[in-house]
């Protein structure tokens, strides 16, 4: 509105100054032309009437007088010095004194002509130039002169209404362009400043329910340019949010329920105890194992879940040094041999010596740790796990392969993901929480690494690990 406001008054403004200077213009012109015709109409007349008025007779002056009256349209009179009218061609004022202020300067004040354009009002006009219903009226008066010297002047009473109303007309035409110009200027200014406003007030409204909460509003994207723009980019940022408000509800409600099933199993464990104290000894033995095994599992979650947090938080620090990955590795693939071979696993390794990378040590090794638990969980007993380590141009290359029960194509892009798990019920039994590979893929991301998955369901999967050398892709030196 305040735009709105101001394009009016700028656009008003110069219009009317243009509009003014115009019709001063117009009317100086006008006047100037119809003043210097009338003069010279009076000058040439004086002429004339000055030397008839010494040789024809007063009827013959007269007959003269009012053709020449009706020549001009308008009205002439002789007047003597005096200012006393002589002739008339009107035939009305004989004999009278006229005031008009034009004679008194030519016949008192001495000066050879005068003209002047009066409203006097329509009275005064209709009886000096008897013109109804007119409103201006010019006088021109000149002196006469005769053999010697000086013997009256003569009035010429010029009818100027038409000029004027031209004049009118003119002005009229350029308040009704004004008119018209404003109101179309209104009405594209309010065209515009809806076509300019709608979106942000749409953007505004969307955002207010934004913030009250409701993340599924969204604003229509039309147009082009910035005003599309910031709709695209407004409808990305809330489809983002949304995302993570739904992620983060489906953690807390995996996670409360991950955390809610071994304490279900406990309660009915503990309760089966308290209402049969006489249960076998070996009963009650084997209960207590199962829920001691139920309060690993849930350290177990607990652990990883404060460890996705901390991430999530950044708050937990990367302890960045040298590492020997090659070291590393033989250490882990070391300390899981004797699980492997519990279950009658092979698990072989190929690693290049000396390879070293700036890195944090226990997240990597939680890295490998993981992978290969997950190796080991999902390969039936027999099963063979093979452990590589390989410098690739600039990156460290970690491959954990197995050929165990596989992942079907549709779940690789999800294992990543937070609680999922591919068999529900067999990773229950296994004890899997679905929390493993996306803290995997989180330590991964912190060194600036990449974890991929290749499988074929029945036949095995492999994970490969990329790390740069340096941590961050190479920033640090
Ligand atoms: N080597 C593998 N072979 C076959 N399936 C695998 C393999 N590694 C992971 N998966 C599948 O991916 C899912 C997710 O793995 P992830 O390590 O995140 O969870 P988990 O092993 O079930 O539980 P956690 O590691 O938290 O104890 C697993 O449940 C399993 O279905
Ligand atoms: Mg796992």
Not at 224 to 245: C, I, V, W
Request: hydrophobic residues 40%; negative net charge; glycine residues 8%.
């Amino acid at each position: 509105m305040k735009i709105l406001l101001a394009f009016f008054v700028v656009v008003g403004i110069s219009f009317l100054v243009a509009a003014t200077n115009l019709t001063g213009l117009v009317s100086n012109y006008l006047t100037a032309q119809r003043t210097r015709e009338d003069t010279q109409a009076a000058e040439s007349l004086a002429g004339i009437f000055g030397s008839l008025m010494q040789t024809a007779d007063s009827a013959a002056l007269n007959n003269r007088l009012q053709e020449s009256a009706e020549g001009l349209d308008g009205r002439l009179l002789l007047l003597d010095t005096d200012g006393k009218v002589q002739f008339d061609s009107f035939n009305a004022f004989c004999g009278q004194r006229l005031a008009v202020p034009e004679v008194v300067r030519v016949l008192a004040l001495g000066e050879i002509s005068a003209y002047g354009m009066y409203r006097p009002g329509r009275d005064t006009v209709a009886r000096m130039s008897g013109e109804a219903e007119a409103e201006y009226v010019a006088y021109g008066a000149h002196e006469l002169l005769g053999p010697r010297g000086r013997i009256g002047a003569l009035l010429y009473i010029s009818r100027v209404q038409g000029m004027m109303d031209s004049l009118r007309s003119v002005q009229l035409q350029l308040i009704t362009t004004f008119i018209v110009i404003a109101v179309a200027a209104l009405i594209l200014a309010l065209f515009l400043s809806r076509v300019l406003t709608t979106p942000i007030v749409n953007l505004s409204k969307s955002m207010r329910k934004m913030g009250k909460g409701d993340l599924s509003v969204r604003v229509p994207e039309k147009g082009s340019g910035e005003l599309r723009q910031l709709a695209e980019n407004y409808n990305t940022m809330a489809a983002q949010l949304e995302n993570m408000d739904q992620s983060r509800n489906q953690f807390v409600s995996n996670a409360s329920h991950e955390l809610k099933t071994p304490l279900a199993t406990m309660k009915i464990m503990l309760e089966t105890m308290i209402y049969q104290p006489d249960m076998p000894a070996e009963v009650r033995q084997e209960f207590m194992a199962d829920m001691n095994h139920e309060i690993d599992r849930l350290t177990g979650i607990i652990t990883d879940l404060l460890t996705l947090t901390r991430m999530d938080n950044k708050s937990d620090a990367m302890k960045v040094e040298e590492i020997d990955l090659s070291a590393l590795t033989v250490e882990t693939v070391r300390l899981l041999t004797p699980v492997a071979r519990k279950r009658g696993q092979h698990l072989e390794s190929s690693i290049a010596p000396d390879l070293y990378l700036q890195g944090d040590r226990s997240k990597l090794n939680q890295v490998l740790y993981n992978l290969i638990d997950n190796a080991m969980k999902y390969t039936q007993d027999g099963g063979e796990i093979r452990v590589s380590l390989q410098a690739e141009a600039d990156q460290m290359v970690w491959q954990v392969k197995d050929n165990g029960v596989g992942i079907p194509a549709e779940d690789q892009e999800h294992i990543f993901d937070r609680f999922y798990r591919v068999d529900k019920a067999r990773s229950r039994e296994t004890g899997g929480t679905g929390l493993g590979l996306s803290i995997v893929r989180q330590l991964v991301g912190m060194h600036g690494g990449q974890i991929t998955v290749e499988s074929q369901p029945g036949q095995g999967s492999c994970f490969i690990v990329r790390l740069p050398r340096q941590e961050g892709g190479g920033q640090a030196s």
